[in-house]
Every structure is written in C-alpha cells, then in structure tokens.
C-alpha cells in the first residue's frame, strides 16, 4: 500500500527575513516530523525543538498534532516584550494607544 503524500508549508520569521517551505509530507506526518524534514533546524540552530512554541494558521499547537493537506505550520520565536508591561508602561507615560491595541 502506497501512503498518501501531500504538501504543508513550514514558516519561520525573525525580524529582518521570513522563510517559508514548502514540503510533502506522508499522511498522518506530526507537526513536529514536518519541522524536521523542513531542515529549517539545521538553519536556525537557535530553535530548540523540545521547546519551541508552534501553530497551524496562527493557533497554538503540540508536537503531536497530526497534520492536513495545505496546513502552515508556524515556528514562534519567544516575545521580547511582555504585552501587559508594554501596556502599562505606555499608559504611565501617557501615550496614547493605536486601534487594536498596538
């Protein structure tokens, strides 16, 4: 029996480039597998694979989520700021606020 390929993408951004792969994947791949296979490892050795935070489409996902046909799995880097501390540090300093909280 043939297994079933299809193809994911997985993304990475820091602040001055983004990378985004496209791969197939055999059914049934884990979030985790597609990263390897990605070798987006190999070329940014800062990402810590038992603990990097990732998603699909923008929603937190583990390792073992088992992936679907045109899925884009994201690779997050850790927050520089805490949200809630740039918040207050803002309003102390009397800033106003843009629409939608940035």
């Known amino acids: 029996m043939v297994s ?7 993304v990475y951004a820091k602040p001055a480039e983004q990378l985004v792969i496209s791969i197939g994947v055999d059914a049934g791949a884990t979030l985790v597998q597609a990263v390897q296979q990605s070798g ?8 810590e694979i038992e603990t990097m935070k990732a998603g699909i489409f923008g929603k937190a996902a583990g390792p073992d989520t088992v992936l679907s046909e045109g899925d884009r799995v994201e690779i997050y ?12 540090k803002r309003a102390a ?10």
């Open 93 to 102: 300093e009397g800033k106003p606020m843009k629409k939608g909280g940035g």
């Open 40 to 47: 987006v490892l190999d070329r940014y050795p800062e990402i």
């Open 4 to 10: 079933k390929k299809f193809e994911v993408q997985v």
């Open 77 to 88: 880097r850790p927050l520089i700021a805490d949200p809630k501390e740039a918040r207050k």
